[in-house]
């Protein structure tokens, strides 16, 4: 995702569908913010109900909060750095330009809040699309197909084949809601000071993939009904594919990084405490005052 950061004015000079793909559709996927938040949870409730102390616990939340944010953030700095860099050859190399004329751009450096990038006539716009973006959807389809194939016939890995058929809907949700990022004045009339000018697509993606993945992890125990084979494989594709889709750890550090000091700090507070408060209302008190006596997915 850093590298894509600085990366971006290179892309976007190739396809806009391109960046999107790069930022969105991969960074976005394969990091997730609902999982990590899933992870809290267990480290401060001691869901495994280990034999240790509450401080403990306590300590294994906050080393799980802490190592996760900071190593975000320093992964999008050093990305940030490579891309620089890499941006400085592209330029030298193929535009023919020397690095003293290369000045790093508004444009460039622009945290990719604003993902989908320019105007869009409707979801698909084929008016607009050149050869490089109808290449790049029918290698991804291909890739797509080839792959749940290929994990449909391996043995064992039902729920991944699953999971990748949920994926493309958590992230094309989250695509979608990150145009609410991007329109600060038209949500500041429904929204409490508080959240005008924080990435508010970004924040309900996380926020609503979290509370989808407290309940899923409620049914995989068989607190409601003892799940069978068949639903053990959906509820787990649906976790590991929709919710983990949907919801993306390289924005939000992204946007943290991008953002002044103050407004960084209240957003990052507000999707964790929000994240967390869903997890402990809907499971937390659950693993307090439940037992769960045979097998769960």
Known sequence: MGMSMRL???????????????????????????????????QFFNTTRSDHSQFRNFLGGMSVLAT???CSVAAIRLGQMIGDELRIAFNYFLARSTPAEI?????????????????RDGWLAW????????????????????????VALAP???SVSIALLFGPLGTILRWQLASLNTQPRQNARYLPRVLVGLPLGTLIANVLGSAILSII??????????????????????????????????TFAA?????????????????????QAFFI?????????????????
């Not at 002044?260 to 994240?275: D, E, H, K, Q």
């Open 217 to 250: 992890y409620i049914l995989q125990t068989g607190a409601v009904v003892r799940p069978s084979a068949a639903s053990c494989y959906v509820l787990a594709a649906v976790s590991d594919g929709f919710c983990g889709c949907l919801t993306t750890i390289s």
């Open 103 to 119: 000045q790093v751009t508004k444009v460039e450096t622009a945290m990719f809040t604003t993902e989908p990038t320019g105007h």
């Open 68 to 70: 996760t944010l900071g």
């Open 8 to 42: 971006k004015g290179v892309l976007l000079s190739y396809s806009p569908a391109l960046n999107t793909g790069i930022t969105t559709g991969l960074c976005g996927s394969i990091t997730t913010f609902s999982s990590w938040q899933l992870l809290l949870l267990q």
């Open 156 to 158: 064992r890995t039902r």
């Open 255 to 275: 946007e943290i990084t991008t953002m002044r000091s103050r407004p960084s700090m209240l957003y990052a507070g507000i999707s964790i405490v929000v994240a």
């Open 127 to 150: 008016d607009k699309w050149a050869k490089f973006d109808i290449a790049l959807a029918a290698g991804g389809v291909a890739g797509a197909i080839a792959s749940t194939v290929a």
């Open 281 to 297: 209302l809907i499971s937390g008190i659950y693993f307090k005052t439940a037992t769960v006596d045979y097998d769960t997915c």
